[in-house]
């Protein structure tokens, strides 16, 4: 048997069970069915994974369930809209394009919208350097700098 956690994701506190060492990911994936959050590597080095852990990316296939406890807030690509009002980050993701076939956009969005809370308005080089360790096999590198670029311009609030 597993150990009971409380974890808090996408505002919403669930009861789950797993082992300590589990990653955060299964049980993102497997028991709260919030499958946005993709399955890459299983190392943390492709970035497919990437949510928000009180405002901060982070890689969920290497966040054991463990040291998620009820005080640290999880934001998965699913709680990032309002409504039916995408996130500032999403909606310039779709206006630039910023996405082929699409299986690592929603680390990439995870990735930029920390970026963008720790730097509303970064610069090129910072957006590189902010975006280092999400990988996009399609190669749609400009254009997710475009969206970033974008809802940066856009003066909005980034944050979830």
Known sequence: M??????????RVYA?????DTALL???RE???????????????????????????????MTPIS???VG??????EGLATGERLH???QAFLDEGAMQCAYCTSGMIMSAVSLLNKAADPSEAEILVGMQGNICRCGTYPRI??????????GRQVRP
């Open 16 to 20: 789950v069970e797993a082992e300590p």
């Open 2 to 11: 597993g150990t009971k956690y409380n974890i808090r994701v996408n505002g």
């Open 72 to 77: 640290k807030s999880i934001v998965t690509i």
């Open 88 to 90: 500032p980050v999403q």
């Open 26 to 28: 299964n049980v993102l």
């Open 31 to 61: 028991q709260l069915e919030l499958t946005g959050t993709k399955y890459g590597c299983g190392e943390g080095q492709c970035g497919a994974c990437t949510v928000l852990m009180d405002g901060q990316a982070r890689r969920s296939c």
């Open 145 to 154: 700098v475009a969206a970033i670029r974008k809802a940066s311009a856009a």
């Open 67 to 69: 040291t998620v406890a």
